[in-house]
């Protein structure tokens, strides 16, 4: 049963490994599909907006129309490529205020509320000819970058699209004193890339429900799981301890009837019936047999008690000679055994409300097992505080009990593991049943033990 629930264990263990292992590749799958889907709605929703902003618009004009007269100054000899791209990065400088306030106020009118960067990056300008087509400028081959808009660190840009201007223009320029028509047609690639702060944050945030879901769900499976394993694990460990009790109640029932069955077969003989003492002898065994037989039965019966079950019936004690009169008592009850009771007491005279039969039975059982539990030579030392509530310390000086024992000891049937205890007889239930009587009481009882020294039990009664 145990390999089984070990078993049942690393199962589930694993399930839930598995089970990860798959969600976490889901979820890692839809926040890239989340991520690409947020990409393209923004690079659908931006696409346009240099199209369809008239202020966008006319800045455009501007920086087109400086950089077309500078190709014609080229086309003319008036100008290098570099005067060219030095002329463009200068009339895109002027305006790139301007063009970076009208593209935001364009994202707010858009209703783009996270902070987006912009910018328009020149890949290829060439001028096409019928003969031989004139690379003004190539991204690939320069080192140099002009670009309109926002700069955006190149691990962070994202494309928007690539624009293609292409235009036949024609221009007329006076040179010595002769009006020439300069014409050429060209070609004017940009790559539009945007920056979109936080967007990371943005799609987690459009999947907390699916995750907050998931959770839910992971949690729930662990939950049943626990609760399961947990469950299985209970129902072995109340089937053990039936099977300890049913072990016990026959060890225990078995040899007060093979004395019984011997005693009669004795007073069945002639020769005994002929000797009276020995039929006293006889006749006193079967009584203290059937008394332990009574107090086992008794002890099933009531020791199982709950303390709300309890009828409690309260009478004024006065401490001091009720408990030496229990301990006295006792004392008289284990004459076989050399057993030596310490007693002291805070308060002389101090008195209680309490129930003496049951408080009895509940002294009883821990001085009992403190004889039962200990070596050939016992002392007990019992000391009582009343100055607060009332406080019974029965300290003994037997084999104790181990720390975890003593998380169980009160706990219906148990019976500490230890090898020296087989031997002793006992069905669990002392203590369960002292417990519920100081419970019962408003009390509660606790324990100190080191195995191997002793253990000290605390009985605790308030006084009211
Ligand atoms: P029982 O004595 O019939 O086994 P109890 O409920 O009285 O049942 O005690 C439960 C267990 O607690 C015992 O089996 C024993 O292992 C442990 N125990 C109780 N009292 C002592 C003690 N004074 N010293 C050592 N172990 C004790």
């Known amino acids: 049963m145990k390999k089984k629930i070990n078993l049942l264990i690393i199962a589930s263990v694993l399930g839930i490994i598995a089970l990860s292992i798959v969600q976490g590749y889901l979820i890692n799958n839809t926040y890239k ?90 890949k290829a300008i060439i001028l096409l000819d019928s003969i031989k087509n004139d690379t003004i400028f190539d991204v690939e081959k320069s080192a140099k970058h002009i670009i309109l808009g926002d700069p955006i660190a190149d691990e962070d840009a994202i494309g928007v699209s690539t624009t293609s201007w292409q235009t036949d223009h024609t221009s007329s320029r006076i040179i010595n004193g002769e009006t020439k028509d300069i014409v050429f047609y060209l070609l004017f690639l940009t790559q539009d890339k945007m ?17 907050l879901l998931s959770l839910l769900i992971f949690s729930i499976v662990i939950g049943l799981l626990y609760y399961s394993i947990k469950n ?16 016990n109640i026959t060890h225990e029932l078995k040899t007060p009837l093979a004395t019984l069955t011997l005693a009669t077969k004795m007073l069945k003989k002639d020769e005994i019936q002929q000797q009276p003492q020995l039929v006293d002898n006889t006749i006193n065994t079967i009584e203290r047999q059937n008394k332990r037989l009574q107090k086992l039965i008794d002890q099933v019966l009531n020791n199982s008690l709950g303390y709300n079950e309890i009828q409690l019936n309260k009478e004024l004690v006065v401490i001091e000679p009720y408990i030496n009169t229990v301990l006295d008592d006792f004392l008289l009850s284990v004459k076989s055994k050399n057993v030596m009771i310490n007693r ?39 000391s009582v505080d009343s100055k607060k509530d009332l406080k019974i310390s029965i300290k003994d000086n037997g084999i104790g009990i181990s720390d975890h024992d003593q998380k169980q000891i009160f706990d219906k049937f148990f019976r500490a593991g230890n090898k020296e205890i087989h031997d002793v007889k006992g069905l669990g239930l002392g203590l369960y049943y002292t417990n519920q009587i100081i419970k019962a009481q408003g009390g509660h009882i606790t324990v100190e033990s080191k195995e191997g020294t002793g253990t000290t039990f605390i009985l605790t009664i308030p006084f009211n």
Request: proline content about 2%; some cysteine.
């Open 33 to 122: 599909l989340k991520k690409d889907a947020f990409i393209k709605e923004t690079r659908r929703s931006i696409s346009q907006i240099d199209d369809f902003s008239p202020a966008l618009d006319s800045l455009s004009g501007i920086w087109q129309d400086t950089f077309l007269n500078t190709v014609s100054d080229y086309k003319i000899d008036l100008a290098s490529k570099s005067d060219i791209l030095d002329g463009l990065q200068l009339v895109m400088d002027s305006i790139n205020d301007t063009y970076r306030t009208e593209y935001q106020k364009e994202l707010v009118k858009k209703n783009i509320p996270y902070g987006i960067k912009f910018h328009k990056k020149i």
């Open 344 to 382: 002291a007491f805070s308060e002389p005279n101090q008195t209680i409300l309490l129930d003496k039969f049951y408080t009895t039975t509940a002294l009883l059982n821990i001085l009992e097992n403190a004889v039962k539990y200990s070596g050939d030579t016992i002392k007990i030392d019992c």
């Open 195 to 211: 920056d979109i702060a936080g967007w990371e944050k943005i799609v987690f945030k459009r999947m907390v429900g699916l995750l």
């Open 232 to 247: 299985l694990i209970t129902q072995k460990k109340i089937a053990d301890i039936k099977t300890d009790f049913v072990n």
